[in-house]
């Protein structure tokens, strides 16, 4: 069946970096997107989204890429800071309907 | 702001048993999610309800039931409960056709 996932399971950076991280979806009708954060113990917390008729999107600190043509999103992190060790998952819907995750990478934010 | 509120936040039962968990929506959120999440997986949709009534179903086994109420909160039941089913327990709401869903700090349940 389509899937969400992403290519690296673990990324470790060191504190100042840029940080990116990657998933491929494989749903050609997913309109949808979100990244989401997960520190331990704690529920997913929405960081970004962006719609498929969208490229790119910007927030603070943080950028979602979405490249329809290979079915790739990434979510880009300026200036990583130990805070932002987590887990990180992007997710993905088609006309609203139940979101699919892929499986998570965990950032890890090195002093 | 006010977010998404689950309670229990932790349970723990024994094979067999029953639990439910609750959850209340975002105010004037009215779509509300089930998720479940293993160790080290990715959550798993259940079950999700729009206006009280079920709108999509999932990966949710024939022992667990959910609704949702005239407030909007919503109850997940889960009966016979295995080993298999500990897992954190996540509940998400959503507004209207907004589609971003906002996540509840999530009930650990642990079968015993």
């Known amino acids: 069946g389509e899937s969400v996932g992403l290519h690296l399971p673990t990324l470790s950076v060191q504190e100042g970096d840029n940080s990116i991280i990657n998933c491929a979806y494989s749903n050609s009708a997913s309109d949808y997107f979100i990244w989401y954060k997960q520190e331990s113990g704690k529920g997913p917390q929405f960081i970004i989204d962006?719609?498929?008729?969208?490229d790119k999107r910007q927030g603070q600190r943080v950028t979602v890429l979405l490249n329809k043509t290979v079915k790739h999103l990434s979510l880009q992190i300026a200036a990583t800071q130990p805070g932002d060790s987590a887990v990180y998952f992007c997710a993905e819907t088609s006309n609203n309907n139940d979101m699919r995750f892929g499986a998570g990478t965990r950032l890890t934010v090195k002093p | 702001a006010a977010g998404v509120i689950q309670s229990p936040r932790h349970l723990i039962k024994e094979k067999r048993e029953t639990a439910t968990l609750k959850c209340y929506p975002i105010p004037r959120h009215d779509t509300v999610y089930w998720y479940q999440q293993g160790p080290g997986q990715d959550p798993q949709f259940l079950i999700s309800?729009?206006?009280?009534?079920?709108?999509d179903k999932g990966s949710i086994p024939d022992r667990f039931s959910a609704q949702q109420f005239s407030d909007y909160h919503s109850e997940l039941n889960m009966s016979s409960l295995e080993l298999g089913d500990s897992a954190l327990y996540f509940c998400?709401?959503?507004?209207?056709?907004?589609?971003?869903?906002?996540f509840g700090p999530g009930t650990r349940l642990l079968v015993l």
């Open positions: 998400a709401s959503r507004y209207g056709n907004q589609e971003t869903q906002y």
């Open positions: 962006i719609r498929s008729n969208m």
């Open positions: 309800f729009y206006e009280k009534m079920q709108s």
